[in-house]
């Protein structure tokens, strides 16, 4: 099974918006960025979709996978225990970078790669179900998660003071992956994709105005409401990709080897940015120097990850 170039590219164009944005909230202080380019806020702003939008192409590449794996003649046994270890060692790799100067201490701090990580795993406990009870899980899911983050205050407080919710915000999360899931399936369709794609979008993003009004947006908190609007939103802007990749012949090899090579692109900011930044301080430049260097970091990273690829150098799981 070929790759998917619209995956590709919608994955890459979530890779530098996440880079991009990580670099300028570590560079420049909250207060000195326009309010429309910051992120993991309460309230919804374009930067809070970049999480959530990676954990729903992630459900699509796991569906490709999947009847890759399934076409290949595995056993549903051996691509469970594959997809527990690809996952699992995803947390590992996560806890390692982030907790590096305290795991001395036996300390552990929580990332993004920890988040996708338990998502995956959650999305991957669905995987032999059809749509339709893809569907019904996600969101009995969604349900239970949002009781008990309105009833128990044991439960809000762990999400509401860990970093992106913390490993019961990533349940939330996998409820996207999973929706992601379903997006694959009609992707490997092809001919309903866009109709299909356009009202499963929809009909999330609807959903989510109604339980807005139970427990609103908050990206923090990864709210119900919040992983239906952004998993919708995905379906949509997913849709619009394969629309300018089939229709169009839209192509960026800056996207795409963004898009295949996203796990390194991800490590990369840990040597590059963030364990020099522990010892000279974050947010210490101003929004137009931040902007800049922030650019100029992401660029820095694309010509390390198109040299790796011309020499098949390859971080995946």
């Given at each position: 099974m070929q790759r998917e170039a619209a995956v590709d590219l919608f994955r890459g164009a979530i890779v530098t918006l996440f880079l991009f944005f990580n670099f300028l909230s570590s560079f420049t202080p909250e207060s000195a960025i326009p309010y429309i380019l910051l992120h993991n806020q309460a309230n919804l702003l374009p930067g809070d979709f970049v999480a959530a939008f990676f954990a729903f192409i992630m459900g699509v590449s796991l569906a490709?996978?999947?009847?890759?794996?399934?076409?290949?003649?595995?056993?549903?046994?051996?691509?469970?225990?594959?997809?527990?270890?690809?996952?699992?060692?995803?947390?590992?790799?996560?806890?390692?970078?982030?907790?590096?100067?305290?795991?001395?201490?036996?300390?552990?701090?929580?990332?993004?790669?920890?988040?996708?990580?338990?998502?995956?795993?959650?999305?991957?406990?669905?995987?032999?179900?059809?749509?339709?009870?893809?569907?019904?899980?996600?969101?009995?899911?969604?349900?239970?998660?949002?009781?008990?983050?309105?009833?128990?205050?044991?439960?809000?407080?762990?999400?509401?003071?860990?970093?992106?919710?913390?490993?019961?915000?990533?349940?939330?999360?996998?409820?996207?992956?999973?929706?992601?899931?379903?997006?694959?399936?009609?992707?490997?369709?092809?001919?309903?994709?866009?109709?299909?794609?356009?009202?499963?979008?929809?009909?999330?993003?609807?959903?989510?105005?109604?339980?807005?009004?139970?427990?609103?947006?908050?990206?923090?908190?990864?709210?119900?409401?919040?992983?239906?609007?952004?998993?919708?939103?995905?379906?949509?802007?997913?849709?619009?990709?394969?629309?300018l990749e089939e229709k169009k012949g839209f192509r960026s090899e800056i996207l795409q080897i963004f898009g295949r090579s996203s796990l390194l692109a991800w490590v990369l900011q840990y040597p590059m940015v963030f364990y020099p930044l522990a010892f000279a301080g974050f947010g210490k430049l101003g929004f137009n120097e931040g902007f800049v260097l922030s650019a100029a970091l992401t660029i820095i990273i694309y010509l390390i990850l198109r040299y790796a690829e011309r020499k098949e150098i390859r971080l995946g799981l």
């Open positions: 490709f996978s999947y009847a890759k794996r399934k076409g290949n003649g595995e056993s549903s046994r051996d691509i469970f225990w594959a997809y527990l270890k690809r996952f699992s060692i995803l947390v590992l790799i996560g806890l390692v970078l982030d907790s590096i100067f305290v795991l001395a201490q036996l300390k552990l701090v929580w990332g993004v790669l920890q988040t996708l990580g338990i998502a995956g795993l959650v999305a991957m406990c669905v995987l032999p179900l059809d749509e339709r009870k893809q569907v019904l899980t996600a969101l009995l899911l969604l349900g239970a998660y949002g009781i008990l983050l309105s009833q128990n205050q044991a439960f809000y407080d762990s999400v509401a003071n860990s970093n992106h919710g913390g490993p019961l915000g990533a349940l939330s999360y996998g409820t996207v992956t999973i929706f992601g899931l379903i997006c694959g399936k009609m992707l490997m369709e092809r001919k309903t994709f866009f109709l299909n794609a356009t009202l499963g979008g929809i009909i999330l993003g609807v959903t989510s105005l109604f339980v807005c009004f139970w427990i609103p947006y908050n990206k923090l908190l990864v709210t119900p409401s919040f992983a239906l609007i952004t998993a919708g939103c995905a379906f949509i802007v997913l849709a619009v990709f394969k629309y």
